[in-house]
């Protein structure tokens, strides 16, 4: 393993995923967030399948032996996907980035859920301490008043959220899937599988986007692709552990592009919420490598000696 070198490939990975959304928040004002999901997924897939054949994975990329949680995580993601999309909208980038930190705290509770991970005071409580960051990140955006501009906000935050919710169960299919398949199939197939969930929307209000609107379009599921891509080297090259905590480099990132391109200013009560939010996350990920570690060494104890 190269730590440095997978570090250097997940602030990648996080950098060329705010730009998507940046690009991606130029077209919202015309564009429905279900075409967006659409270009976004097709666009990455030869992408994504061009690095396979470069790295002599395509078959193993296609191959699957569990073709319904590849379905089930694909329409977790989409939704996920659309709603964040749609919530790009409405909201500043950074309020979005923020809101989104609450995937990672759900998908402790939903893993406690559904898989039966023991959770305990620790993690129950990191959770709690993320929540009320997101609370305080969406209480000035739920707050409705007489203006109009508060509803659409208020409905952002919703969508963001709701993004939030399905991004934190496609996790946990995730983490089902990499128990039988490889992570070059988890990528290809959630790509494939999105592309044609997204025609599901297509009898709802599609338009035919100018060729600005194209080729930006297509420049974000292209730079969907190579994120991903970006996002596997990571893990390839350094423990879990050591580069999760970088996502959170993702608002820096839309902080500077929200402010330099779409004149954003985060407000103190925003900025407040998000470091809660970083903190809860920084604080879950060390608990999990310190689990990890004790779990190692139980292991080597019990291995017999020769």
């Known amino acids: 393993m190269r730590p440095l070198h997978g570090i250097l490939y ?18 919202a004002p015309h564009v429905p967030a279900g075409e967006v999901v659409f270009f976004r997924s097709l666009f990455a897939i030869p992408v994504i399948v061009v690095w396979l054949a470069l790295r002599r994975e395509l078959a193993t990329g296609l191959k699957t032996s569990n073709p319904m949680g590849h379905l089930w995580r694909g329409v977790a993601g989409t939704i996920a996907m659309g709603l964040g999309f749609a ?8 309020d979005v980035t923020a809101i989104g930190y609450a995937a990672p705290l759900l998908t402790v509770i939903f893993a406690a859920m559904f898989l039966g991970e023991d959770v305990r005071l620790f993690r129950i409580s990191a959770v709690a301490l993320g929540m009320v960051g997101v609370m305080i990140v969406l209480g000035p955006r739920l707050s409705i008043g007489p203006e109009g ?13 709701g993004g939030a919710v399905f991004a934190a169960l496609a996790q ?30 297509l009898p709802f209000g599609w338009v035919w986007p100018t060729q600005r609107e194209a080729a930006i379009l297509v420049g974000a599921g292209l730079l969907g692709g190579v994120g991903q891509i970006f996002l596997t080297s990571s893990y390839r090259e350094a423990d879990a552990s050591l580069v999760a905590p970088f996502d959170y480099a993702s608002m820096l990132f839309s902080l500077a592009i929200g402010y330099f391109v779409f004149a954003e200013v985060p407000t103190r009560t925003m900025l407040m919420g998000a470091a809660l939010i970083v903190t809860a996350g920084v604080l879950i990920i060390w608990r999990e490598h310190r689990l990890g570690l004790e779990r190692s060494r139980q292991r080597k104890a019990m291995t017999p000696q020769g």
């Open 87 to 94: 919530g790009l909208g409405y909201l500043p980038l950074p």
């Open 172 to 201: 946990v299919f995730v983490r089902k899937l990499v128990m039988t398949e490889a992570t070059s199939a988890i990528v290809f197939w959630f790509s494939l599988t999105a592309t044609l969930l997204s025609l599901v929307t």
């Open 10 to 27: 997940k602030l990648a990975s996080v950098l060329v995923f705010i730009v998507m959304a940046a690009m991606i928040k130029t077209t």
């Open 149 to 161: 501009a508060n509803m659409a906000e208020a409905f952002g935050a919703t969508l963001v959220l």
